[in-house]
């Protein structure tokens, strides 16, 4: 299940990586939840990039939540 899981997290992820490494940056999954909670590395420019919160929020959550609607919520670590 958790490796099926990933698999859609990353998919959706795809979806999104072209906009953060035109950017220089790039994101990383480091764990889902059992409440699912996706927690990301933001990596690059991103990992200090003053937009990152909302590149989070407007771009990598909304495509995660709609491709796997069993994620709650994505946060990353280290922004």
Known sequence: ???????R???ALTSVRPYLEADGGDVEVLEVSEQGVLKLKMLGACSDCAMSSMTLK?????AVKKAVPE??????VNI
């Open 1 to 7: 299940m958790q490796d099926e899981l990933l698999k």
């Open 9 to 11: 997290i990353e998919e």
């Open 58 to 62: 407007a771009g990598i959550e909304e």
């Open 71 to 76: 994620i709650t919520s994505v946060e990353a």
